[in-house]
């Protein structure tokens, strides 16, 4: 049953995508803002937990109730301060400050720890795995950090749909001008917006530093991972996202199991196609 | 009766002092040091791809992270016709040209399909898409690279110092193509169109301008050029690799900050913001990737305040143009003889 | 006499270069309805948006109950007590008409406008209350955008043409609920290009000419020929 396992793995890492995918597609609907840093966000916030955990020596998902209010925090003033400024309707300022932005990043964790490759330890959890049928097995951390991420697009959906918040968001991204009419300070609402953006990051930045190594330069993948689940699985809809996001997965476990040099190509290949047939992905929301 | 005038005064002094420089800049083999060449030469190529880059993100519009595919793919390309078919390296320079743009038709007709930044984003995954395949020609070194064979280098010229010659007055000449045909491109009709787009594309499109189909044909002409920039960039470096083929580093990051600090969306931009940044360069030498670090805030800086970059503060406070690329129109008086 | 509850003082504002609006005076005091009429461009829109804060002031004040409101942002206005119903209704596309309301009561004050209040003044919002705003005819998105304002349970209400692009009965079946709102205490500035209407409802009337004030006065008392002297121009 190699095979099993194989497509069981993809599914999981999936997952981890459209968590990556997710904080993303939350910007650029809530703000038309694409944050090109949002891949070396998420490896700040590796760095983050990292620091917390030489630190406070604790493990790293209790870790997360520290780093993801610091990521979080440091969304609000992010976007309060600098990215508010680039909104409007020239394309040019956001994509190259937010550019500029991933290379200041990158080259400042270049600078405080140097290219040496990291990797967070969770202890036994890692290695453990559990029998779901003859011949297939499921690793405790990948299932638990599937089951977060489809906890975390469940959770954002109903922030979006169900709270006053989300009804911020929706009605500051459909007419900013009437929003402030009803009292919205939209500098406020984008700003959270972002914070809420970079506490996604924040857990998919603690996942990614359990479930692999990392060092400085490894945000632009991860960026494009989470691009590349989102236009799969089609704008402005999260859970076509995750489906985007364990398409992705699939596709790069198939890849590397046919040749480990194939792993990314297959992924990148299976985005292209998608993008050449049905560009508007496979679940794309009606209205856009 | 009227005709359009290019010219302005400030334009015809640019125009002489360019028309200075490129001479002097031609005799340089027999006043410069060699390594004083070399920082010419390159120099010359970041202007060219700074240009390029310009040309498709100030005045198309079309923001592309990824036109490190096209400079790997030149450089691939050169190495392929050399290593693998013998031909002589100058000529490999010229077919990368067409070679790119043929690339350069079905990836437009993919990453068209994306609006913005998530263009941009597409433009970088087709990079790496490049990057990995490159890593699998095993012929080409796969992972690690290849160097260029000895034979090969020889056929360019006998001397190491004609062929440092050859490859200067190379990337000289490219370079002085690459901006001669944007400042031909930028006067002609198809040129008035995409100043249009650059100033707003909106009222361009209701004004009957193809937009689409100028920008296609802009992102392919850049890719012609920046395909052959990339095969004399690796014949200069005498080895490749899929990583410094496909940095996005080299040929993205320092291209756009370039064009930023220079000026978006002028020809004179990218040639200012290339200056600026080598002097920085020498200036900042040692500081590794505190360098890059600084090159970015000041980006950032720049367009939060100085969107339209140094060039842009100049031509604005003065009124200046160093090219011939402005529309007066003058009008001639019926009956009296013309009159400027 | 008590102080107006609001006082245009000279306001000029401006588009850019463009001036839209040459040193208008205005009150409306408390409990009165006072009307704005003009033609296309006169700059009536203008007027009301400057009030509400959405357009800077190139030179002079405005002030609601006394304070100083010239400086103030958009969204700071309505929590002290001014709501504006925007030309064109501009409800939000990507939410039901409840959350269209809920959303107006973001910033809500004290005061009688509730969701089952609003319901009870347009029943036919609550028929229709989970769909999608665009769902719903020009006539009931009017009164979805007024019902919208008064969920902030302002003082004063701004309405900018309400009758634009709707059937005279529809607009007569509005007009008909503005004593309703009237009776709750609240003043009222209705923009119109409907004379008729707007005159009939109104007390106070200002027509305004090109960015000016060209005419001011009671309803009752002006003549058919000084207001079409006035927005016309003649």
Avoid at chain 2, 264 to 286: K, M, N, S, Y
Avoid at chain 3, 206 to 231: D, H, P
Wanted: aromatic residues 8%.
């Amino acid at each position: 049953m190699q095979w099993g396992n194989v497509i069981i793995q993809g599914v999981l890492i999936g997952g981890l995508y459209a968590m990556f995918a997710a904080g993303l597609s939350l910007i650029f609907g809530v703000m038309r803002l694409v944050n090109i840093a949002h891949g070396d966000l998420i490896v700040l916030a590796a760095y983050v937990a990292l620091m917390v955990r030489q630190a406070l020596g604790i493990d790293p998902l209790t870790s997360l109730i520290l780093v993801t209010p610091i990521m979080a925090a440091i969304g609000y003033a992010l976007q309060r301060g600098l990215l508010n400024r680039t909104l409007g309707d020239d394309l040019l300022p956001p994509l190259l400050v937010t550019f500029g932005l991933s290379v200041i990043i990158q080259n400042g964790l270049l600078e405080l720890f140097t290219a040496d490759s990291r990797r967070l330890q969770a202890g036994a959890i890692e290695i453990q795995t559990f029998q779901v049928a003859e011949g297939l097995w499921i690793g405790v951390l990948p299932f638990i950090q599937f089951a977060v991420a489809v906890i975390v697009i469940a959770a954002l959906q109903s922030l979006f749909y169900r709270t006053p918040l989300g009804r911020a968001f929706r009605a500051t991204s459909d007419d900013q001008a009437v929003a402030q009419l009803m009292g919205l300070d939209t500098r406020h609402v984008f700003a959270m917006a972002m914070a809420l953006s970079l506490a996604v990051i924040a857990i998919a930045g603690v996942f990614l530093a359990v479930r692999a190594n990392f060092d400085p330069a490894i945000g632009p993948a991860r960026l494009i991972f989470g691009f590349e689940a989102v236009i799969i699985g089609g704008l402005g809809n999260m859970w076509g996202t995750l489906a985007g996001g364990i398409i992705l997965g699939v596709s790069q476990a198939i890849g590397a199991q046919i040749d480990p040099g194939w792993q990314l190509l297959a992924g990148h290949i299976v985005f292209l196609a998608i993008l050449a047939v049905r560009p508007q992905g496979l679940f794309p929301k009606v209205s856009g | 009766m009227s005709r359009v005038q290019h010219a302005t005064r400030s334009s015809q002094i640019g125009v002489a002092l360019i028309a200075v420089a490129l001479v002097v800049l031609a005799l340089a083999p027999f006043w410069a040091e060699r390594s004083t060449l070399r920082l010419l030469a390159e120099i010359f190529t970041f202007v060219a791809l700074a240009s390029l880059w310009n040309l498709l993100a100030g005045y198309a519009g079309l923001v592309s992270v990824g036109q490190q595919a096209f400079v790997g793919l030149g450089g691939y390309f050169l190495f392929a016709l050399v290593v693998l078919l013998d031909v002589h390296p100058v000529a490999a320079i010229f077919l990368a040209g067409p070679v790119g743009a043929l690339v350069a038709i079905p990836v437009a007709a993919l990453v068209f399909r994306l609006r913005g930044a998530y263009f941009a984003i597409g433009t970088w995954v087709v990079a790496e898409v490049f990057r990995l395949l490159a890593s699998q020609v095993s012929v080409l070194g796969g992972g690690s690279g290849i160097s260029l064979p000895a034979g090969a280098v020889i056929a360019m010229a006998a001397s190491r110092q004609m062929r440092e010659f050859e490859i200067y007055w190379l990337a000289l000449a490219l370079t002085a193509l690459v901006l001669a045909a944007m400042v031909v491109l930028l006067r002609s009709r198809h040129g008035l169109a995409l100043t249009a787009i650059r100033d707003n594309e909106l009222a361009a499109q209701s004004n009957g301008i193809d937009v689409w189909r100028i920008k296609f044909v802009v992102y392919v002409l850049t890719a012609f050029g920046t395909t052959m920039i990339g095969a004399l960039i690796f014949l200069t470096k005498l080895r490749i690799s899929p990583e410094t083929a496909f940095s996005v580093n080299d040929w993205t990051a320092f291209v756009i900050f370039i064009t930023v600090i220079g000026g978006i969306g002028r020809i004179e931009g990218p040639i200012i913001g290339t200056i600026v940044f080598f002097v920085l360069r020498q200036a900042l030498a040692d500081l590794g990737s505190f360098y890059m670090l600084m090159m970015g805030a000041v980006a950032i800086v720049v367009m939060l305040w100085a969107p339209k970059g140094l060039w842009g503060l100049i031509a604005e406070r003065f009124g200046w143009q160093a090219l011939p690329l402005q529309r007066h129109l003058l009008l001639v008086p019926k009956d009296s003889g013309a009159r400027s | 006499m008590s102080d107006p509850l609001l006082e245009v003082r000279g306001i000029d504002v401006f588009y850019g270069d463009f001036q839209a609006l040459f040193g208008v005076l205005l009150c409306v005091n408390a409990g009165e309805v006072v009307t704005v009429i003009g033609a296309n461009g006169a700059g009536k829109s203008t007027l009301l948006k400057s009030i509400a804060g959405l357009m800077p002031l190139g030179r002079g004040d405005i002030l609601f109950d006394g304070a100083r409101i010239s400086a103030a942002a958009a969204f700071d206005v309505v929590k002290r007590g001014i709501a504006l119903v925007p030309e064109g209704r501009r409800l939000f596309p990507s939410l039901t008409v409840e959350e269209n309301l809920l959303i107006g009561g973001q910033s809500r004050r004290p005061g009688p406008w509730t969701l089952k209040r609003v319901y009870e003044l347009f029943p036919v919002l609550a028929e229709r209350r989970r769909l999608p705003a665009p769902a719903l005819s020009g006539g009931q998105q009017q009164m979805a955008a007024i019902a919208r304002a008064l969920m902030s349970n302002p003082r004063l209400l701004l309405c900018d043409e309400i009758s634009l692009g709707l059937a005279p009965i529809v607009v007569r079946d509005i007009y008909a609920r503005l004593p309703a709102i009237v009776a709750e205490g609240l003043s009222l500035i209705v923009v119109e290009q409907d004379i008729a209407q707007a005159l009939k409802a109104a007390r106070q009337v200002y027509c305004l000419q090109e960015g000016r004030i060209a005419l001011q006065g009671q309803a009752g008392e002006l003549t058919r020929e000084s207001i079409s002297a006035a927005y016309f121009g003649v």
